[in-house]
């Protein structure tokens, strides 16, 4: 390989590392942010659940399981379930799992771009 075309190389990579840093720089407060936010949307759904009447329905459900296939107990389940903040919660459930996602790719790239950025630099020397 030619100094011109290694050189092109090289830089191509640290053009990649850069771009991969710059959303790692969004990606990882976007996490902590979204982490944050579903600790919060968890303690609501907590208190909405112990106010409403669907924790004891659902304990009941467990004790008698006869009476949730006699009747049509689980339609008057769901009726009682707060439907906004659930939905909350696994809106915030997605996000954070997506984001671990992203971030988790971000880091594998950034350090196979950095492996190959010190393959350079180690044939170059050579």
Do not use: C
């Given at each position: 390989?030619?100094?011109?075309?290694?050189?092109?190389?090289?830089?191509?990579?640290?053009?990649?590392?850069?771009?991969?840093?710059?959303?790692?720089?969004?990606?990882?407060?976007?996490?902590?942010?979204?982490?944050?936010?579903?600790?919060?949307?968890?303690?609501?759904?907590?208190?909405?659940?112990?106010?409403?009447?669907?924790?004891?329905?659902?304990?009941?459900?467990?004790?008698?399981?006869?009476?949730?296939?006699?009747?049509?107990?689980v339609n008057s389940m769901l009726s009682v379930i707060?439907?906004?903040?659930f939905s909350f919660f696994l809106f915030s459930l997605?996000?954070?799992?997506?984001?671990?996602?992203?971030?988790?790719?971000?880091?594998?790239?950034?350090?196979?771009?950095?492996?190959?950025?010190?393959?350079?630099?180690?044939?170059?020397?050579?």
């Open positions: 390989m030619d100094l011109f075309t290694r050189i092109m190389r090289r830089l191509g990579l640290e053009r990649q590392a850069k771009a991969i840093r710059a959303h790692l720089g969004i990606l990882v407060p976007g996490l902590f942010i979204a982490v944050i936010m579903g600790f919060w949307v968890v303690r609501i759904l907590y208190v909405v659940l112990r106010l409403s009447s669907f924790g004891p329905m659902f304990n009941v459900a467990f004790r008698n399981p006869e009476l949730v296939v006699r009747h049509s107990y707060p439907s906004l903040e997605a996000l954070v799992l997506l984001l671990i996602r992203w971030t988790t790719q971000n880091f594998e790239a950034y350090r196979s771009v950095q492996k190959e950025i010190q393959n350079t630099q180690h044939h170059e020397h050579n």
